[in-house]
């Protein structure tokens, strides 16, 4: 078995249906007593009321650490900050810090006028309102919105230097980016944990299009190995878990020790890879539910 720990990605549902499988996943997926579980913000803050209604559920019914999602997008910076006074005042210590993505509509991002203006801002504003444990992105193969792999670098520093303690990876199928970008980290004196995103895959196609918004590398074997599976959600299943596993261990061996998984709000995958892994419930797992 391998030593590792492991947290779980959420985002809001639109409806009732969406709902009842989110729960679901959460209580499938908390006895694997993961560090921290975080939920989404969507764009523009799009989703601020769901988000906020998600964590305080978690937090209050459940016994895991819920992380909320925060970014810079569409709106002021004295709103952002009572956001975060609330979140503490709730018993929330925890916060992904993130600059967001604008709009679908919109032509690229545009900082708001009374706003933070880049995640590291963000992280620093968190820090002036109270002590947060604070996670930030990181790109092994670069942001698609970054000049150069060495600006998308000092992006991070400058992250990590105003009070993040982790940075949290964008999805990837290609370790050995991973393996040169953690290098690349060390150099730049970057000295905070580097958590590697995990993506299950549920449908290739929708991760080829994740990947494309994102800059995110598909390799070729993967397209053969999903080839001619698009009507076969079981066999893709299995190839998903497979791949996935395959992954941590190759990262295992690079000594890593902690992942993040997206999960789509959904546990199967998530569940089976981390059972796999060694990763699984103990008598002093949370309990989904509040007793």
């Not at 729960?23 to 601020?48: I, K």
């Not at 998308?152 to 970008?181: E, W, Y």
Request: with cysteine; net charge negative.
């Amino acid at each position: 078995m391998i030593d590792i720990d492991v947290s779980f990605e959420f985002f809001p549902p639109n409806d009732a249906a969406m709902e009842a499988t989110l729960w679901r996943s959460v209580e499938r997926l908390a006895p694997l007593a993961p560090r921290f579980v975080s939920v989404t913000y969507g764009a523009d803050g799009s989703t601020r009321e769901r988000t906020h209604k998600l964590i305080t559920r978690i937090q209050r019914e459940t016994q895991l650490t819920a992380a909320p999602h925060l970014t810079c997008i569409g709106a002021p910076r004295a709103e952002i900050l009572a956001i975060a006074e609330q979140y503490w005042q709730e018993g929330i210590r925890h916060i992904v810090a993130l600059r967001g993505d604008p709009p679908r509509e919109a032509q690229g991002y545009v900082p708001h006028a009374d706003g933070f203006a880049y995640a590291s801002d963000l992280v620093a504003g968190l820090k002036s309102v109270a002590d947060f444990d604070i996670c930030v992105a990181a790109y092994p193969e670069v942001h698609p919105e970054a000049a150069s792999a060495q600006f998308d670098l000092d992006n991070l520093k400058r992250k990590i230097d105003a009070g993040a303690s982790r940075a949290i990876t964008q999805f990837f199928f290609d370790t050995a980016a991973f393996c040169r970008f953690r290098e690349a980290c060390a150099r730049e004196r970057i000295d905070a944990t580097i958590v590697p995103g995990i993506l299950p895959i549920t449908r290739f196609a929708q991760v080829c299009s994740f990947a494309a918004r994102c800059g995110a590398g598909i390799p070729a074997w993967m397209h053969k190995r999903f080839a001619g599976l698009d009507d076969d959600a079981e066999t893709r299943r299995l190839i998903a878990a497979a791949v996935a596993i395959e992954q941590v261990q190759t990262l295992v061996r690079e000594g890593v020790r902690e992942f993040h998984f997206y999960t789509l709000n959904r546990a199967e995958l998530s569940y089976a890879i981390c059972h796999a892994l060694g990763v699984r419930p103990s008598v002093a797992a949370p309990q989904a539910l509040a007793q």
